[in-house]
């Protein structure tokens, strides 16, 4: 089954600029042509185009020593005053049609299941998280039956009609049963209901990637992520 009117893809060229002026507008910290998350909910950030002065308004954002994730539709190259950590292309897929879903327990995880989504997030490097990063949208998880959190996944940015899957990950022992996929199909069915477009970035070389596109996923197109740290002045 379909999902119901398409948004405008386009704003997937440069997701977290567009996720920034709309529905995280309001968390946004904005300068000229730069834009980034507050550092206590995400290190991503997005420039208007990755030209010098965009660079220079970015900058202004970014304190010394702190390192920015950069997700652009093309490459960028970070003038004089930036460390480069690591850089690639990386997969956006989209998904517009409704799943079948696995029956497994989902909870809703709240405040209370922070250190454990961060202990989760840090130990299988699904992508960016910190202690803020829960706030970006909703989050869900399957527990154990002792109650510790086995897998999680949850949404990031948040476009005009598209929403993202992230954070999706499993601890390794727990691997197998197939906790994500039944994450991902709910998160996915959820926002088709609710009349957007689900979609997620993934590397290229990620099993995961096969993963989704058996559950309905497409790859779109490639973005530019960029890992780096502002230079003393």
């Known amino acids: 089954m379909d999902a119901g009117p398409m948004a405008d893809l386009d704003q997937l060229d440069n997701p977290v600029w567009s996720s920034l002026h709309a529905g995280h507008r309001s968390m946004a910290l904005l300068n000229g042509n730069a834009a980034r998350y507050p550092r206590d909910i995400s290190p991503l950030a997005a420039l208007a185009e990755p030209n010098a002065q965009a660079f220079a308004d970015l900058r202004e954002l970014v304190e010394a020593g702190e390192t920015v994730g950069l997700v652009s539709p093309v490459v960028a190259e970070p003038p004089a005053g930036w460390e480069v950590k690591r850089a690639r292309f990386i ?15 989902l909870i809703d995880l709240g405040e209370e299941d922070v250190p ?26 399957i527990k154990s039956p002792e109650g510790s959190l086995m897998a999680m996944a949850g949404e990031r940015m948040h476009l005009r009609g598209l ?62 992520f960029t890992v780096m740290t502002a230079l003393p002045a």
């Open 91 to 105: 997969d956006q897929m989209v998904c517009t049609r409704v799943l079948v879903e696995a029956d497994l327990p």
């Open 116 to 141: 454990e989504m961060v202990a989760l997030a840090a130990a299988t490097e699904p992508g960016p998280f910190v202690a803020g990063t829960h706030r970006m949208g909703r989050f869900r998880g």
């Open 163 to 224: 929403t993202e899957i992230s954070a999706v990950c499993t601890w390794p022992q727990y691997r197998g049963q197939g906790l994500a996929k039944a994450l991902v199909v709910a998160g996915a069915n959820r926002i088709i209901a609710e009349g957007d477009i689900p979609f997620l970035h993934v590397k290229g070389e990620n099993a995961a990637r096969q993963l989704y596109e058996k559950i309905g996923f497409r790859t779109r197109r490639q973005v530019y």
